[in-house]
């Protein structure tokens, strides 16, 4: 953390899509609100492969303050890698992420600055309401009850990626680096002191959302498999329930052949007995490589064993401690 001498820095992250019609608005909205700061500041535009003029409107921005830092991706790699690419490069003590379109207005994330000022070390902007389709209100609603009944942490419900990350939270989400990416699902993951924030989200200045239905279901798969592996304890589920089902089947199977001869057509006890076993033992052996596929993707994900928030106490004369032994021998 800072010493008073030099002041914190803030950095905001843009990632852009095709926005040309509101680069110029978006800085001139948030250099306005935050004017009053006293705080250094960085401005971070990812431009992810757009294919209109922004990445020309970004570097005049940059050419008239060097606060600005332009990243070109070489192609369009999307939202979520954006941003991880904005967290990478950021050098602020808390990162704001908005979205560039300013359905995310920046005067909330002066709400956000003061928040953390007062010791959260993330803050997250909820909406209130937002101005969106019916249809994607009813998907993202959808969306959220679902990840919460499957994946194994609490992610608030309402939120994008509008939120600010203390430079704790932003080290520890930089070591996550699968390739399919939930930022708001590691953030939550990562814990921290997090509260929220309530806004009203506007609707998106100009242009067209650079989230077609595809790149959304891409989004929520990531969310749910990145975060639980329920669909795979499905499969024993279901096993087991076939399993007991089975059993059911075959001892009215062998009770026709027994008392009710004359119903039973040669050789249907058989057949009942082994399409019945044979599946439930396969559905089984299923659940029994989805529990080490499930392993096998969490260690493959490799994501850091714990997160540290502080150490109280010396480590140092421990370390030192241990090593002298090591030295002796
Ligand atoms: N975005 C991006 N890459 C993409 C799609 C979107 O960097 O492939 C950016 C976009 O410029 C905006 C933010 O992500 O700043 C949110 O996208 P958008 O507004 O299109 O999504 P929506 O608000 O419709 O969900
Ligand atoms: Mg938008």
Redesign the pocket.
């Known amino acids: 953390m800072g010493s008073p001498a030099s002041p914190k820095t803030i950095t905001y992250v843009?990632?852009?899509?095709?926005?040309s019609g509101n680069i110029k608005r978006l800085y001139e909205e948030v250099l306005i609100v935050t004017a009053d700061l006293d705080f250094g500041l960085e401005f971070v535009f990812?431009n992810?492969g757009s294919r209109d003029n922004s990445l020309q409107l970004l570097r005049d921005l940059q050419a008239e303050d060097p606060r600005v830092v332009v990243i070109d991706f070489a192609r369009?790699y999307?939202?979520q890698v954006?941003v991880t690419a904005g967290l990478d490069a950021a050098r602020g003590d808390a990162v704001i992420i908005m979205?560039?379109?300013l359905?995310d207005p920046p005067g909330v994330s002066l709400e956000l600055i003061t928040q953390w000022e007062n010791g959260f070390d993330v803050v997250y902007a909820q909406r209130r309401t937002r101005k969106d389709s019916a249809f994607k209100k009813f998907t993202a609603w959808a969306f959220y009850v679902m990840l919460k009944k499957v994946a194994s942490i609490e992610i608030p419900a309402n939120t994008g990626d509008f939120r600010l990350l203390d430079r704790a939270v932003v080290d520890e989400v930089k070591k996550y680096r699968e390739h399919d990416r939930f930022l708001r699902g590691m953030i939550s993951f990562v814990g921290f002191e997090q509260t929220a924030v309530q806004f009203d989200r506007d609707e998106?200045l100009a242009g067209k959302?650079?989230?077609p239905l595809s790149?959304m279901l891409k989004l929520a798969a990531d969310g749910i498999f990145g975060f639980s592996t329920f669909p795979l304890t499905l499969i024993s589920r279901i096993g087991a329930i076939t399993a007991l089902l089975s059993v059911l089947g075959i001892v009215y199977a062998v009770a026709m052949k027994l008392f009710v001869p004359s119903a039973v057509v040669e050789g249907w006890t058989f057949i009942v007995i082994s399409v019945l076993f044979v599946g439930a033992l396969q559905l089984m052996m299923l659940g029994i490589l989805g529990g080490y596929v499930g392993r096998i993707y969490t260690e493959v994900q490799n994501r850091p064993l714990y997160g540290v928030r502080a150490i109280y106490g010396s480590l140092g004369s421990h370390e030192t401690s241990v090593r002298a032994k090591v030295d002796v021998r």
């Open positions: 843009f990632p852009i899509y095709n926005e990812v992810d369009n999307g939202h954006a979205d560039s379109d359905q998106r959302s650079g989230y790149k």
